[in-house]
């Protein structure tokens, strides 16, 4: 009996496609946002000048950033470490 081989475009694909809903959802956790919060906050653009900010509500407080950037940091190196089957195929 033949074991299949998977699709390796559709496999790592699917990795990426992952990577990005499950660092959504650790921000969205970690930083108590429901998910139209997130996107909210994510499409927020910066202020020019201190009319443009007065006018943002939803700009991230130092906290967020410092932790969104140590969550990124977190599902990077999970997805680096579960791809090595990619790059050393048995």
């Not at 932790?67 to 990077?76: A, G, L, P």
């Amino acid at each position: 009996m033949s074991k299949e081989t998977p699709n390796l475009l559709f496999s790592i694909h699917e990795k990426f496609s992952g990577m990005s809903a499950l660092f959504r959802e650790r921000v969205c956790q970690d930083c108590n946002w429901s998910t139209p919060t997130f996107y909210r906050k994510m499409r927020a653009k910066e202020g020019r000048g201190a009319a443009d900010k007065a006018k943002q509500s939803s700009f991230l407080s130092s906290a967020e950033k410092k932790r969104i950037v140590e969550i990124m940091d977190e599902v990077y190196n999970t997805f680096w470490k579960s791809a090595i089957k990619f790059r050393n195929p048995r």
